[in-house]
């Protein structure tokens, strides 16, 4: 029987949208995605000084237990390049297991509901907008916990459709100014 699960997303290094995009392509294999926030900048929390992140979060359908599906987005970090320093330290691709269905695991390696969801505004944004209703095991509402955090700067941008098609109108417009550049000059 599938489990829907929240899946957290972050990077602060080189391309982060890019590597969302990695992240989001790779949970995609993982099961059904159901739902996608919008991207949100969000101040680091903890951790060096550090360059500002991108967060988002997916909700997805999933056959895999909650160990399985950890172990499948640490591999999928490791091929966006992820190199763990320091914890707390700058990333291109951070995914972390938020929520599995109402499950409460506490093993070495694994717990969820993830122990600083409830702290953080940056995780806490995106997953009450892919996931209105979302619960903890213990029957809190996701919705009542934002209210604590709402002092941390998180910013919420376009989401990742709106990104792509700014990003091919961008482009278009480019090789429309080269074009025109070319025909002018060959009038003159
Ligand atoms: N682990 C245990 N449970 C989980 C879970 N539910 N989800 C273990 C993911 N991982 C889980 O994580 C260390 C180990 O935690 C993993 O090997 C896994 O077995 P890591 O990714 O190697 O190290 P980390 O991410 O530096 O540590 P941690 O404690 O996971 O930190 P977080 O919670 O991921 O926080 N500020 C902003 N604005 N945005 C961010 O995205 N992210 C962090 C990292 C700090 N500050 C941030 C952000
Ligand atoms: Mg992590």
């Keep these: 029987m599938s489990v829907r699960a929240a899946i957290g997303l972050g990077s602060n290094l080189g391309d982060r949208a890019g590597h969302l995009d990695v992240g989001l392509a790779g949970l995609a294999k993982l099961g059904d995605v159901v739902s996608v926030s919008s991207l949100y900048e969000s101040v680091p929390v903890g951790g060096p000084e550090q360059p500002p992140y991108l967060n988002a979060v997916a909700v997805l359908d999933t056959d895999l237990s909650a160990r399985r599906l950890l ?4 591999a999928i970090e490791s091929a966006a390049g992820r190199v763990r320093e320091e914890r707390w330290g700058p990333r291109t691709l951070d995914l972390d297991l938020l929520l599995y269905g109402t499950v409460s695991v506490d093993e070495p390696g694994l717990t969820v509901p993830h122990p600083l969801l409830t702290q953080r505004r940056f995780v806490l944004a995106p997953l009450l907008e892919a996931w209105p209703d979302a619960v903890l095991p ?8 934002t209210e604590a955090v709402a002092d941390q700067s998180v910013l919420r941008l376009g989401d ?3 990104r792509r098609l700014s990003m091919a109108m961008f482009l278009v417009a480019g090789v ?13």
């Design 71 to 74: 172990d499948e987005c640490l």
């Design 138 to 145: 213990d029957g809190t509402a996701i919705a009542g916990l």
């Design 176 to 188: 429309l100014a080269v074009v025109l550049w070319l025909v002018w000059g060959w009038l003159l």
């Design 160 to 162: 990742f459709e709106t």
